[in-house]
């Protein structure tokens, strides 16, 4: 198995695309730890199925837009496991509104959890992966909005947009200790996340993607995979649309 002897941290890996990413390093056999922030009971069922397919997971609570509570996670992982070699930085929110009705609290939230909790999330990860001396992935969970903006999203697409140069130059910094940093940047993917969209919009989105479809959460743990594992050794830096052909 290609992660046999990896440990691998999935921020928000209680659900949707998260958990979808937790399931598929755990199918390729890396040791799993499962952040989540609120629900627990869903966390549990992941770590759970990751045991049933006799991998093994651990559950660490964390805000990620706290680097207290990163650090502590960090740490928790390591005592548990003994390294950490794999980063998945997928936890997210939204809070959509136009410019003009979009109130402060709305745009702090999205800036705090989808780009300073990936900031927070790799600074904590930083130190024990350079201290390990044996390279190390990071994978970010970006956006088509973060590439080419959207109506009603003004914070998710800038903070999206900023996890995309943040990636780029973290690939620059870590290049020569063999650390890979990479981003995804997923269309409309079926989660909760996308549940709530009126079904006019759905129907307006579906038109525009080239495969008639929305994707699903394990066909961008698919390529959250590739990019966590020794076949992608030579990508860094990169941004890989998984849209269904929606921004071609
Ligand atoms: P989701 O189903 O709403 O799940 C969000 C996950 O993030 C949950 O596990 C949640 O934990 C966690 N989370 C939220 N705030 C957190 C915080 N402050 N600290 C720690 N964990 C937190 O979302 P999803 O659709 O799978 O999206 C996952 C990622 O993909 C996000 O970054 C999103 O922006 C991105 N994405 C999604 C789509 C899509 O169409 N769905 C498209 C492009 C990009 P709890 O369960 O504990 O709340």
Not at 61 to 68: E, H, I, K, S, W
Not at 101 to 110: I, L, T, Y
Not at 148 to 164: E, H, L, P
Not at 213 to 235: C, M, N
Request: charged residues 20%; positive net charge; contains cysteine.
């Amino acid at each position: 198995m290609q992660l046999q002897g990896k440990v691998a941290l999935v921020t928000g890996g209680s659900r949707g695309i998260g958990a979808a990413v937790v399931l598929a390093l755990a199918g390729a056999g890396a040791a799993v730890a499962i952040n989540y922030q609120q629900h627990e009971g869903a966390a549990l069922l992941v770590k759970e199925e990751v045991e049933a397919r006799g991998g093994k997971a651990l559950l660490c609570r964390a805000d990620v837009t706290g680097l207290a509570e990163c650090e502590q996670m960090v740490g928790a992982v390591l005592e548990y496991f003994g390294r950490i070699d794999i980063l998945v930085n997928n936890a997210g929110i939204r809070r959509d509104n136009i410019l003009a009705m979009m109130k402060s609290a709305d745009w702090d939230a999205v800036i705090d959890t989808n780009l300073k909790g990936v900031f927070n999330s790799c600074k904590a990860v930083l130190k024990p992966l350079l201290k390990q001396k044996s390279g190390g992935r990071i994978v970010n969970i970006a956006s088509v909005p973060g590439l080419s903006g959207n109506s009603g999203q003004t914070n998710y697409a800038a903070a999206k947009a900023g996890v995309i140069a943040f990636t780029k130059s973290l690939a620059k910094e870590l290049g020569k200790r063999e650390i890979t940093v990479n981003a995804v940047a997923p269309g409309f993917i079926e989660t909760e996340m996308t549940e709530g969209l009126p079904q006019s919009i759905r129907e307006k989105v579906r038109a525009q993607i080239a495969l008639e479809r929305l994707g699903k959460p394990a066909e961008v743990a698919a390529a959250v995979l590739f990019l966590a594992g020794e076949s992608s050794s030579y990508i860094t830096g990169a941004v890989l649309s998984i849209d269904g052909g929606l921004t071609l």
